[in-house]
């Protein structure tokens, strides 16, 4: 089975500053990781994926993460927070040679960047 | 159409009653996803279409729980005598199968209370 963990349900961090939203995972093969941002009455959007490769990826609205394979984690980062990043942020798992299509998703961390 | 639609957008029904919500996907997007998103929960896995395959029903957490989808396009999620713990937003998702895992376009969601 595959979980993924999401150990802030907050985070608040000041306009200007660095932003870090924690992730951890749990499965049985290589896995498949995801950013996912939803905004009020909004859907989910995608923000950045690792698949394989660079351990470093780059996704939207100069978000990246970083896969940290001995650590099981994937953690979000942007090095400078906007207000407009304030949103509900999921992490999500997948693994790689499993018949499973569908996403996991951890239980979400709600950011708000103060101005 | 331009994104994945979802109707109602908010549903309120009554205990026992039976819900029908409504997923139209992007146009051609084979692949179609059902989640849940429970209040401080993360989205949880209900239904997964893809194209005429019988699909992964794994998630629906009972038999109340049913889904369809007619010619390969639009979805249908019923929920029949409904419980007011089945009060959620209902998401749906579609992609391109060579896009899987991270081409999901996910609807605005249906708000479901039951009282």
């Known amino acids: 089975a595959q979980s993924v963990a999401q150990p802030e349900d907050q985070v608040n961090v000041a306009e200007g500053n660095p932003l870090t939203v924690k992730c951890t995972y749990s499965?049985?093969?290589?896995?498949?990781l995801f950013w996912y941002v939803q905004y009020p009455n909004r859907g989910l959007q995608f923000l950045l994926k690792?698949?394989?490769?660079?351990?470093l990826v780059k996704g939207s609205y100069g978000f990246e993460a970083e896969f940290n394979k001995s650590q099981t984690s994937f953690h979000l980062k942007k090095p400078s927070a906007l207000v407009s990043d304030s949103a509900l942020y999921f992490c999500?798992?997948?693994?790689?040679?499993?018949?499973?299509?569908?996403?996991?998703f951890g239980s979400g961390t709600q950011l708000t960047v103060l101005p | 159409g331009a994104g994945v639609s979802q109707s109602p957008s908010n549903k309120v029904t009554e205990k026992g009653k039976d819900v029908e919500l409504r997923c139209d996907p992007i146009?051609?997007?084979?692949?179609l996803y059902w989640y849940r998103q429970s209040l401080g929960q993360g989205l949880e896995f209900l239904i997964y279409?893809?194209?005429?395959?019988?699909?992964?029903k794994s998630g629906l957490p009972s038999d109340r729980f049913s889904a369809e989808r007619t010619g390969g396009s639009v979805s249908t999620l019923t929920i029949q005598r409904t419980q007011q713990e089945d009060s959620a937003v209902y998401l749906c998702?579609?992609?391109?199968?060579?896009?899987?895992?991270?081409?999901?376009?996910f609807g605005s969601g249906t708000r479901l209370t039951v009282v």
């Open positions: 999500a798992v997948r693994v790689i040679s499993g018949s499973a299509r569908q996403l996991t």
């Open positions: 146009s051609g997007h084979t692949a």
């Open positions: 690792y698949i394989t490769g660079d351990n």
């Open positions: 499965v049985s093969g290589n896995p498949y």
């Open positions: 998702a579609s992609s391109l199968p060579r896009q899987e895992p991270y081409g999901y376009t």
């Open positions: 279409f893809q194209g005429n395959s019988a699909p992964d």
